[in-house]
């Protein structure tokens, strides 16, 4: 679609997601649905949230400073992260007493999540309005 700096982003961030989840999910992780075999992910968050809690941070961290992101994107990955920190470990109270048992609601809050996500990281990563080439848009004396 001529957008190959796009094309990469989302790839990248689809690999880095894998990776990540190989390393801080539980062993449950299957490759195609209904299958038992293999099941993968050395689970991290279970033996060791705290490191797999960081290592993620760091993640988004560094892609913030890849990227030379705003202050306010670091904002909504440091705030994401932590709003998420409940979800992920069984060592901090949250809302999982609600989750349990209702797999749809789970993958529901999860969904709302990256959809939140996805837009709060895409507004803040976003130029200002002025500066965006818009046919609709006239600055006067440029």
Request: with cysteine.
């Amino acid at each position: 679609m001529g957008r190959q700096a796009l094309g990469r982003a989302v790839g990248i961030g689809i690999v880095s997601h894998l990776i990540l989840d190989l390393v801080t999910h539980a062993h449950d992780i299957v490759l195609w649905p209904g299958s038992s075999y293999p099941q993968l992910g050395l689970g991290l968050y279970d033996h060791a949230p705290a490191m797999a809690f960081a290592i993620e941070m760091l993640y988004g961290v560094v892609c913030w400073w890849v990227y030379r992101g705003k202050r306010a994107l670091l904002a909504v990955i440091v705030v994401g992260n932590l709003a998420n920190l409940p979800l992920l470990s069984v060592e901090i109270a949250g809302p999982e007493q609600y989750l349990a048992g209702h797999p749809t609601l789970i993958v529901s809050v999860i969904s709302f999540q990256i959809v939140a996500a996805l837009l709060l990281v895409g507004v803040q990563s976003s130029p200002p309005v002025a500066l965006r080439r818009s046919p609709s848009l006239r600055l006067e004396g440029v």
